[in-house]
């Protein structure tokens, strides 16, 4: 039994069992290419440019131009959750606990699931023939910590140059302009930008809107807002990042799913159990920015 359950009896709370606050599922799933994977490993080819030769003669041999290949590789790793519910329980409460122990469970799952995705967005990625080769962002993927800094500091948080240079990373790597652009970042950058535009009206009232939640998009990128990305405690850097969404591929070899069931061996307490099984990777170094945005307090 879970030692913390004694904090829902009726005598000492109210009798509806409430989610404390938390991030309730995935919110980076639906920014990135789905794949449903069978087998704990799989490569996923690419194919790269080829160039066109002009004919300058004729009757002039055919050219052979060989078509770049690549490939990623992608291993499963599975999550599991669970907790009991005794009978006693049930007597001791208003309200069976089994079905909020199930959201909470699968919200856990889906916060696992975006740190898989922000895990292999800016970290190593396995390319290669075998998928054996590891292969880093590139320092031309990163924009620097400094770009956009206030007056009188060295670092800046996130800014109006920074999303600039990172939309001009992709477009010099010709990122197809129809696909859809996704920007990571946590709540304090998307104040760092209300702050930014304040001098000017158009920007300050997108970022307004933004914040409000009536519009999810900025300068061409829909805002992610989640507090997963990672935070280095003796700089205060976040690293946030920008991607087209074929830049990152999440592989579902089994889907968050639950089951509630009677445990004849812990005297037929309920378990509430849930798993899946996930791997996502980098396709394209091309198609991820690293934006990394100071936090430090002004």
């Known amino acids: 039994m879970s030692q913390q359950i004694t904090t829902s009896f009726v005598d000492q709370f109210t009798s509806t069992l409430t989610l404390l606050s938390q ?3 995935s919110r980076l799933r639906n920014a990135v290419r789905n794949e449903s994977q069978k087998g704990n490993k799989a490569l996923y080819d690419q194919i790269g440019k080829t160039v066109a030769t002009k004919i300058t003669s004729r009757h002039q041999d055919t050219p052979q131009i060989d078509t770049p290949h690549a ?3 992608v291993n499963l790793v599975p999550s599991v959750v669970s907790d009991l519910v005794d009978e006693w329980d049930d007597v001791m409460m208003l309200t069976n606990p089994s079905s909020t122990y199930a959201q909470t469970m699968a919200s856990a799952l889906g916060r ?5 995705i922000i895990a292999s967005a800016t970290g190593t990625a396995l390319t290669g023939h075998t998928g054996t080769t590891s292969t880093a962002l590139p320092a031309g993927q990163q924009i620097a910590v400094t770009v956009g800094a206030k007056s009188g500091f060295t670092n800046g948080g996130m800014n109006i140059d920074k999303l600039i240079a990172t939309k001009l990373i992709l477009d010099k790597n010709e990122v197809d302009p129809m696909a859809k652009r996704y920007c990571a970042v946590s709540a304090q950058q998307i104040a760092d930008l209300l702050n930014e535009t304040e001098v000017t009206s158009r920007d300050y009232n997108n970022v307004q809107a933004l914040v409000r939640g009536e519009v999810d998009a900025f300068m061409g990128f829909e805002m992610i807002r989640l507090e997963l990305l990672a935070l280095n405690a003796t700089t205060d850097i976040r690293t946030c990042f920008a991607w087209s969404q074929e830049g990152l591929l999440l592989a579902l070899g089994q889907d968050i799913s639950g089951r509630i069931t009677e445990r ?6 309920t378990q509430v159990w849930c798993r899946m099984n996930i791997g996502s990777t980098r396709m394209e170094e091309e198609q991820v920015v690293e934006i990394p945005c100071d936090e430090s307090p002004v």
């Open 71 to 73: 490939r990623r590789s």
């Open 264 to 269: 004849d061996d812990k005297n037929y307490a």
């Open 23 to 25: 991030q309730k599922g």
């Open 112 to 116: 696992a699931m975006d740190e898989d």
